[in-house]
């Protein structure tokens, strides 16, 4: 059984930053995609960015491009995604995921953590 945890989550001011952290555990995660997404109150849960597992190949939600940075060690099986000059907008319940596709589809992933809040104040 593949689980996520996920940590790192906070209130931070505007322009502030934060660390999340997935932990996974249960299997291999060498052929897997790491992804984050994240969803605000009254929205649908949107792709935030993904690593392939295998290799440093990511991609990004236009929206957090030049402020969040996702990256993996291997040896922990820990994710990370490094979010820099956080905006109120980015405010939201931030989700771990695994999928076997490197892919920015929600549905696409099979395995989720159970979220870390982000809030980001004006």
């Known amino acids: 059984q593949v689980q996520l945890v996920e940590s790192g989550g906070g209130l931070v001011q505007a322009g502030g930053s934060l660390r999340l952290s997935c932990a996974a555990s249960?299997?291999?995660?060498?052929?897997?995609?790491m992804g984050w997404f994240r969803q605000a109150p009254g929205k649908e849960r949107e792709f935030v960015a993904a690593?392939?597992?295998?290799?440093?190949?990511?991609l990004y939600a236009d929206s957090v491009k030049g402020r969040f940075t996702i990256s993996r060690d291997k040896a922990e099986s820990t994710v990370y995604l490094q979010m820099n000059r956080l905006k109120p907008e980015d405010t939201a319940v931030y989700y771990c995921?695994?999928?076997?596709?490197?892919?920015?589809?929600?549905?696409?992933?099979?395995?989720w953590g159970q979220g870390t809040q982000v809030t980001v104040s004006s």
């Open positions: 995921a695994a999928s076997i596709i490197f892919t920015v589809s929600p549905g696409d992933y099979h395995v």
């Open positions: 690593i392939f597992w295998t290799c440093d190949t990511t």
């Open positions: 249960g299997r291999s995660f060498t052929t897997y995609t």
